[in-house]
């Protein structure tokens, strides 16, 4: 593990590579680009930066416009408005006619802190797995973040990128890192349990995983970077093997990661299973620590919920 990096830093800075190797990538803002970190992209490429101002509707139409033409837009706004406020138009002009549209969403999860419940966008995976032809990724790290985000201008379709506010360890080697879609990456091997878990919850596991280790319990790592189209074949080896799952996410347990994981399994193999994120309620404002600690996010849950697992195994 090493720098503290938030992933909505990693975004900005793949932007400015991926722009100047693609003359085809656009990048559209509403009104909020130095908080999703396109500011940069604006000042390198003005005459393929546009601010559409606070429409987020709009903003979407005029993507689906710009990828219809040939671009490669990557919109960005909050993802509480992203997946909210414009949800009609991804759904009906984008995700519909399977436009090439690349929709990066920052201020995700209870981590958004002080911004409080109506900035915390705790339902937007499952807003965006339900739509079909769109593709869900929420990236560990700025390592992986920097692999996304061009991986996904090479591929031709929708997709919905999940970033943070907040700096997180970076816990993949930028040398040896290879970001492959729909296939999850298992970080550490475990023949009792196995953690499957995305975007900056991957850091949590991994902590949890070696206090487990110290009490004598094997949990396996397994990082979900695509939520859709998920990784069945990895997640119904894994169960096969250890029998125990759980899964961690900075999101509502219903509809996003636990929800997919479970999905697979009760059609395949069903096995003991608990899901760790927001049990269903909104968050509040407060700083991103203390609100990962009161809703139970951390690596000392993820411990305690493995126990109690194991006994039942």
Do not use: W
């Not at 601010?51 to 990557?74: L, S």
């Not at 975007?199 to 979900?224: D, F, P, R």
């Amino acid at each position: 593990m090493g720098n503290m990096i938030a992933t909505r830093d990693a975004y900005g800075k793949a932007l400015i590579s991926l722009g100047k190797t693609n003359n085809n990538v656009v990048v559209l803002d509403a009104d909020l680009s130095k908080s999703t970190k396109t500011a940069e992209f604006s000042t390198t490429f003005p005459d393929r930066f546009f601010n559409m101002g606070i429409a987020e509707q709009n903003m979407m139409g005029v993507a689906a416009g710009f990828a219809t033409a040939g671009k490669i837009p990557y919109v960005s706004t909050f993802a509480m408005f992203a997946t909210g406020r414009a949800f009609e138009i991804i759904r009906n002009s984008i995700a519909y006619p399977k436009l090439n549209v690349k929709i990066c969403a920052t201020h995700a999860g209870i981590t958004v802190g002080e911004d409080g419940a109506s900035h915390q966008a705790l339902e937007d995976i499952a807003c965006m797995r339900a739509i079909p032809n769109m593709t869900v990724i929420a990236p560990a790290d700025a390592v992986e973040t920097d692999a996304v985000i061009h991986a996904v201008s090479e591929f031709d379709g929708p997709v919905y990128v999940r970033l943070g506010r907040l700096a997180v360890p970076v816990i993949n080697d930028s040398e040896t890192y290879s970001f492959e879609l729909g296939k999850g990456v298992e970080l550490k091997e475990g023949k009792d349990v196995t953690i499957f878990a995305t975007g900056m919850m991957v850091n949590e596991a991994l902590i949890a995983s070696e206090t487990l280790k110290e009490q004598g319990i094997n949990a396996g790592v397994v990082n979900i970077h695509t939520i859709k189209p998920i990784d069945k074949d990895l997640i119904i080896k894994k169960a096969k093997e250890t029998g125990v799952v759980i899964t961690v996410e900075e999101h509502n347990i219903i509809g996003g990661l636990g929800s997919a994981v479970a999905e697979v399994l009760s059609e395949n193999h069903p096995v003991i299973m608990k899901r760790i994120g927001i049990n269903d309620t909104f968050g509040e404002s407060g700083k991103p620590k203390d609100l990962l600690e009161k809703y139970k996010l951390n690596a000392s849950q993820i411990v305690e919920i493995t126990k109690e697992l194991m006994t039942n195994k």
